[in-house]
């Protein structure tokens, strides 16, 4: 309480010596005095500061007054903003006048790369997404010697028989592709982000055609290759894609779908997507044709990059999808990065789905027949993207 009082008590002192210096001002000296103000002169050791601390409390109030009689008694704050300023003003989706509605968020729940074109893949916790497509994802193939064309599962499903994953050198201090035949014990290991100075030494620049183009890519030893051979019962030999670009395959408009991406040995787009949901109602439909030589189908047989949950009661609907948009988000909190993927074409998986992953036998009819009878148009499942920007946090 004395505290109190004594603060009271030098508060109003200070006050009434406020007015006593004001009423015996000068206000011609006090003029002058602004003009020739330097702060060089001012003996801050007699500078009354109970003066100046009530003067600042006096002209705070005056200032408040005066914003209040300005500002506008109907006005009200915005609220907080929920999205992420980083990502401009076009991070939320909007819909077109007369387009479907757009189909409620669903989530990423698995993503494999294949690291050999038409070889068994493998699933990734996590992955970089660039122009090229996944990290690894088809940057090798199989290419026959006798005429350096690329070997697909199309015409040779026991491709589908050879394995690859990725393992750590003996000195862990070098990621490997193991890549192995199913069945046997035949294996090599090679690194799986060889080096220039690797390649020059380990590797011959060769030519090969893939799709009726010639592209470069460098040829592994006929040490590496000798298991291979074995396996095909013919000369093969494994690549790795050059430095040449190679364009992907645009099936849409150039001045719709932009400047050409190059990729590695992906056949038209670098990026595949699927629906879990679209393969759930693709085998509900082969059950209810009660075929026996047919089984449950895993999404392996469609080779997708990315697989998404989708909505069983809504299977197909990314037939309708022109962009999809990734976000990266926590619990409670707003995205912190985006990635935008144009939907370009569906994915014409010929006859590649009909081959069993386990055992390569490939099925005559199924799933070819039933994808044809349910969507009217050409086999598909998967969607073909390009990666056309994204936004990292």
């Known amino acids: 309480m004395d505290i109190l009082q004594n603060s009271l008590r030098t508060f109003s002192q200070g006050g009434q010596a406020m007015l006593n210096d004001i009423r015996s001002l000068d206000l011609v000296n ?62 939320e989706a909007k819909s077109t006048p007369g387009a479907p509605p757009i189909p409620p968020p669903t989530e990423i729940i698995s993503l494999r790369v294949y690291p050999i074109k038409s070889c068994r893949g493998f699933e990734v916790d996590r992955t970089r997404l660039r122009r090229m497509g996944l990290t690894l994802d088809r940057n090798w193939m199989f290419m026959d010697k006798a005429d350096n064309k690329f070997l697909t599962i199309r015409s040779d499903p026991s491709m589908t028989l050879i394995d690859t994953k990725i393992t750590e050198s003996s000195t862990k201090d070098e990621q490997m592709l193991e890549v192995s035949i199913h069945g046997t014990d035949a294996q090599i290991s090679i690194p799986a982000f060889p080096s220039q100075d690797w390649l020059d030494k380990n590797t011959t620049l060769s030519t090969v055609e893939i799709w009726e183009k010639d592209t470069d890519a460098y040829e592994y030893s006929p040490d590496i290759n000798k298991i291979f051979s074995e396996y095909f019962r013919k000369d093969v ?143 598909f499942t998967c969607k073909s993207c390009l990666l056309t920007r994204f936004v990292a946090a």
Not at 57 to 79: H, M, N, R, S, W
Request: charged share 20%; with cysteine.
């Open 237 to 379: 030999a494994l690549v790795y894609k050059g430095p040449t670009q190679r364009m992907v395959a645009v099936n849409g408009r150039k001045e719709l779908y932009g400047s050409d991406v190059a990729h590695h040995f992906a056949d038209v787009m670098s990026l595949q997507i699927a629906s879990e949901a679209s393969i759930r109602d693709l085998n509900r439909r082969l059950k209810d044709n009660a075929d026996p030589t047919v089984g449950p189908l895993t999404i392996e047989r469609f080779r997708p990059n990315i697989v998404v949950r989708g909505r069983d009661d809504h299977p197909w609907e990314e037939d309708t999808w022109k962009r999809v948009r990734i976000t990266s988000r926590m619990p409670n909190e707003e995205a912190l990065y985006k990635i935008d993927l144009d939907v370009v074409a569906r994915c014409a998986r010929c006859q590649v789905p009909n081959v069993n992953p386990d055992t390569a036998e490939k099925h005559p009819k199924q799933p070819w027949d039933q994808l044809y009878v349910s969507c009217g148009v050409c086999p």
């Open 30 to 91: 006090t003029i002058n005095n602004i003009r020739n103000f330097d702060f060089g002169n001012i003996d801050w050791t007699n500078v009354n500061w109970g003066l100046v601390f009530l003067l600042s409390i006096v002209l705070g109030f005056v200032g408040f007054a005066v914003f209040a009689q300005i500002t506008d008694p109907g006005y009200i704050p915005p609220p907080p903003q929920k999205t992420n300023a980083a990502l401009g003003l076009g991070s």
